[in-house]
């Protein structure tokens, strides 16, 4: 069975980077037929494609976000990360990664990232 | 960008309801279109993808439709654990995608 976990810091002070990984088991993340991606949650909101990547490395980012995402792979460790960069308190979610098709049908159980000083 | 309208935003019904909640994309989006379910606290949960083909292990109770712009996702006869909130994503764009505002079904 497919698990992925992310990991990371659940509190980030204004104007620094988020980091977070996502770490799968139980499956490859080298699979040709998915995506990985990261979605995010505002506390209360609704749901918010940040990015995705392919195994090869290929990304893709929402516009509204991309001058401060990265999306990097790791195939040798099977995780993936996320870098958020100038982060404000409207960056405070729950953080979520999930593996793409044309739905994502495995997720993590998500971790709440708080911006605060 | 493709913009995603769900209604209603929230409805109440009664355990044995049929319950119908639509999803409007702002351009054609052909079938690239998917439901979830998600419950407080807990992620989204996968219910439909390519706008009708159920996910392995959800209910028949649940099924959706529709083509271009107009999607349907209903309930046939609502059960106490559906009540929860319900998202339409599309994936035209894929692997970028779009969320629908979503749609709490409460208890009446």
């Known amino acids: 069975q497919l698990q992925l976990q992310e990991s990371g810091p659940g509190l980030v002070k204004p104007s620094e980077t988020l980091s977070l990984t996502c770490t799968v088991s139980?499956?490859?993340?080298?699979?040709?037929?998915?995506?990985w991606g990261w979605i995010r949650q505002p506390p209360g909101k609704g749901l918010e494609w940040i990015g995705s990547?392919?195994?090869?490395?290929?990304?893709y980012y929402n516009p509204s976000l991309k001058s401060r995402v990265t999306i990097s792979v790791d195939t040798s460790k099977n995780q993936f990360s996320l870098k958020l960069s100038s982060v404000t308190a409207a960056d405070t979610a729950v953080y979520y990664c999930?593996?793409?098709?044309?739905?994502?049908?495995?997720w993590g159980q998500g971790t709440l990232v708080t911006v605060s000083s | 960008d493709i913009q995603m309208t769900q209604s209603p935003s929230s409805v109440s019904a009664s355990v044995g309801d049929r319950v119908t909640i639509t999803c409007r994309a702002s351009?054609?989006?052909?079938?690239?279109l998917a439901w979830y379910q998600q419950k407080p606290g807990k992620a989204p949960k996968l219910l439909i993808y390519?706008?009708?083909s159920l996910q392995s292990g959800v209910p028949s109770r649940f099924s959706g439709s529709g083509s271009g712009t107009d999607f349907t996702l209903t309930i046939s006869s609502l059960q106490p654990e559906d009540f929860a909130t319900y998202y339409c994503?599309?994936?035209?764009?894929?692997?970028?995608?779009?969320f629908g505002g979503g749609t709490k079904v409460e208890i009446k």
């Open positions: 390519a706008a009708s």
């Open positions: 990547i392919y195994y090869s490395g290929s990304t």
């Open positions: 999930a593996r793409q098709k044309i739905g994502a049908d495995y």
């Open positions: 139980g499956g490859s993340i080298s699979s040709s037929s998915y995506y």
């Open positions: 351009q054609g989006i052909s079938s690239w």
């Open positions: 994503q599309q994936a035209n764009s894929f692997p970028a995608l779009t």
